[in-house]
């Protein structure tokens, strides 16, 4: 698969293996452990929600200190995620690089357009730009802007994140309700969240699963390793498919020997949108002999909210479209 296919997953599926979650933000424990089909296959999910308490100081998982004098009143979204989570926490981003705030479950595209957009795009978001915001708080993605922080500390608090799993955005979210003071907001999103995985896990389906992302015929696979998503599917699903690193993917010969029932596809856009994924990928002979294809259990999705989202709403989205169409 292409560099430029490669790099773009990077910016909305960042593989990075968390820890159990700790202070703030810590999960149950017993929803990290592994099975047969990937993390978290065999273990049940509590529905259990410990409080939230208010604080001007938190710890996150991957043991980054945030300190704020007062509740933040104006965040700066560099990534999806914090959307997300604002969303959650009935709050709104003072500016945003995303546009998952355009989804219908979030504001929708007149309220969305509403809110400033961050210049520089999501790889090279303006430093000046997020300044004239005026934030109490800035957060971004560790790996990709980080090196923004020389250029913001002294003016604001900028906050790296890093989620590589569904149990680091509730963690980041348990955070972030008690930097704001929105602990009811927080814990009421979480047991949501839980009690829909919980759920989805009593019905699991036997099914073949498999989510494919790109720009064309030069796909990849998300995997459960890679992409908090994907994290899901082996809860809900037959998902055998693990990450073979960043140069490596599958090809439509391996995926049509795995017999795949149902299979989700996120088209990436660079620049104008120039068709689906799916249809550029129909032009290969091999694709009409996947059973999905074959019958009719090809999905299309929203990439803002299966790639980017990765907070608590969106994979709440991605459980509901995913176990519809695993029926």
């Known amino acids: 698969m292409p560099r430029t296919v490669l790099k773009a997953r990077r910016w909305v599926a960042t593989a990075v293996l968390g820890g159990l979650l700790v202070g703030c933000g810590s999960a149950d424990p017993a929803d990290d452990s592994e099975g047969e089909g990937g993390r978290g296959a065999t273990s049940r999910t509590s529905v259990e929600v410990r409080p939230i308490e208010a604080a001007r100081e938190i710890t996150d998982a991957r043991n980054i200190t945030v300190s704020l004098a007062k509740p933040p009143e104006k965040v700066v979204c560099l990534v999806a995620l914090c959307d997300d989570i604002l969303a959650e926490l009935g ?17 929708g595209k007149e309220q969305a357009a509403k809110i400033p957009v961050v210049p520089g795009g999501f790889l090279s978001p ?30 604001t608090t900028f906050w790296p ?22 602990t009811a907001q927080g814990e009421k999103a979480e047991r949501t969240f839980r009690t829909r995985l919980a759920e989805a ?9 498999l989510i494919i992302f790109g720009s064309d015929e030069n796909f990849g696979v998300a995997t459960p390793e890679t992409d908090v998503a994907a994290g899901l599917f082996p809860k809900i699903s037959h998902y055998p498919w693990k990450s073979r690193g960043v140069d490596g993917t599958y090809s439509l010969e391996e995926i049509l020997a795995r017999d795949v029932d149902v299979l989700f596809v ?5 620049g104008a949108p120039d068709g689906k994924l799916s249809d550029k990928l129909a032009k290969n002979p091999l694709w009409s002999q996947i059973p999905a294809v074959k019958n009719g259990k090809v ?25 519809a169409a695993l029926r």
């Open 91 to 107: 709050m709104t981003p003072a500016a945003t690089n995303s546009a998952l705030l355009a989804h219908p479950k979030f504001l």
């Open 126 to 155: 303006e430093a000046e730009a997020i300044l004239s915001y005026e934030p109490d708080l800035v957060i971004g993605l560790e790996d990709t802007h980080g090196k923004l922080a020389p250029a913001l500390k002294g003016a």
């Open 161 to 182: 994140v890093q989620p590589g799993t569904w149990q680091d955005s509730v963690g980041y979210l348990r955070d972030l309700a008690a930097l704001t003071g929105r």
């Open 201 to 209: 896990e009593k019905h699991r389906s036997d099914a073949t699963a």
């Open 266 to 270: 996120e088209t990436l856009s660079f």
């Open 299 to 323: 999905i299309e999705v929203d990439s803002e909210v299966w790639a980017k989202g990765r907070g608590t709403r969106s994979l709440g989205l991605v459980l509901d479209e995913a176990t």
